[in-house]
């Protein structure tokens, strides 16, 4: 298993860069909480290196080594590395789901953008479900709708993250607010990266992603009463305290450019307690019949690696699609013109 002097390290990394999952997290048994830890703090370095380097191209293509060498069982000499290397091994983790973060990373360092809500549900099925997906496989529910519904809850957390960053991308010179809702809204995509203003039109599409997002955390509570007892208030405490990014942006008139949506210590002490009582009330509750819905199109490819648990299922074409292309802008083949 996990070495424990990693595990302290990966703990430490997720205390000081991700308040919110370290808040939640407390609450989850030692069992998924250690591999959950270790999990998460792989890949928040791996989105760090994208978002933070110099090259991130290059970061793209150390992660993609960092799989390679996890998988073969001969990680990297880092803390996170060997912890995902001992997860892989302990926990029959399918290969196309780190792969998918992969991809989505990937996306990012081609600086795609999205024409349709469908396109952005697919980068966040990449970067934020394929997560859930790989947390429903810690606590070894491969139940195709119990992961179905964690995927719906991982959608719906990046959306929250694309609404609240809506000026932070723009200022980096990213968007990924669907540009259909851009046109429609008679937003010109090079103007407001140029200058990125708090106007109504933005905030009416920072509003309309958030009831996206909602709509998705709302499907995604029955798929939590069904994950183990232990695991329950620790789900639920992530999806109260990320629903509540959403609503302090509703409290600032969905103002994501101006000002950036914070909740408190005593809001997160509340959505703990919230957590608590919903986990008592799945007890006696019947079971919802939103747990048998569809999951969304984008994120089945998901539901089928984590279900059938194939630990070498993995290098889907599109992965090596998107590498070869970052591969040939390197080299200074084809265009620098984002991807859309």
């Known amino acids: 298993m996990i070495d424990p002097k990693d595990l302290d390290h990966c703990r430490e990394a997720i205390r000081h860069g991700s308040l919110s999952f370290h808040a939640a997290s407390k609450l989850l048994p030692a069992s998924v909480r250690d591999p959950a830890l270790a999990l998460y ?11 933070e380097g110099d090259y991130e191209a290059g970061a793209v293509f150390r992660l993609q080594e960092r799989l390679e060498l996890a998988y073969a069982g001969k990680p990297k000499n880092a803390a996170e590395d060997r912890a995902f290397a001992a997860i892989v091994e302990a926990f029959e983790m399918p290969r196309a789901l780190p792969e998918a973060l992969l991809e989505g990373l990937a996306w990012d360092a081609a600086e795609k953008r999205y024409d349709t809500l469908s396109g952005v549900r697919d980068y966040s099925a990449r970067v ?26 991982g959608v719906a957390m990046q959306l929250t993250n694309i609404a609240r960053d809506v000026g932070e991308d723009a200022r980096m ?17 090079v103007n407001f990266l140029r200058e990125p203003l708090p106007t109504n039109d933005v905030r009416k599409l920072v509003k309309r992603l958030l009831h996206e997002a909602d709509r998705l955390y709302r499907r995604s509570e029955a798929g939590i009463d069904v994950l183990p007892l232990q695991a329950r208030t620790g789900i639920w405490a992530a999806r109260l305290i990320y629903a509540g990014i959403g609503k302090q942006l509703k409290r600032q008139g969905y103002d994501s450019i101006s000002m950036r949506a914070h909740t408190s210590t005593t809001q997160k002490l509340g959505w703990l307690a919230q957590s608590a009582a919903r986990t008592g009330l799945s007890l006696i509750m019947p079971r ?5 819905a569809q999951p969304l199109d984008e994120v089945a490819f998901l539901v089928d690696a984590a279900s059938q648990g194939r630990v070498d299922a993995g290098r889907s074409a599109s992965v090596l699609d998107i590498l070869a292309e970052l591969k040939a802008r390197e080299n200074g083949i084809g265009t620098d013109r984002p991807m859309a």
């Open 41 to 51: 703090a792989f890949c928040r370095l791996a989105d760090d290196e994208v978002d």
């Open 288 to 292: 919802s019949a939103v747990i048998y």
């Open 173 to 189: 010179g990213r968007i990924y607010l669907p540009l259909d809702w851009l046109r429609d809204a008679g937003i010109d995509p």
């Open 128 to 153: 934020a479900a394929a997560v859930g997906a790989m947390m429903c496989v810690l606590m070894r529910a491969r139940d195709p709708d119990a992961l179905a519904r964690a995927c719906d809850l």
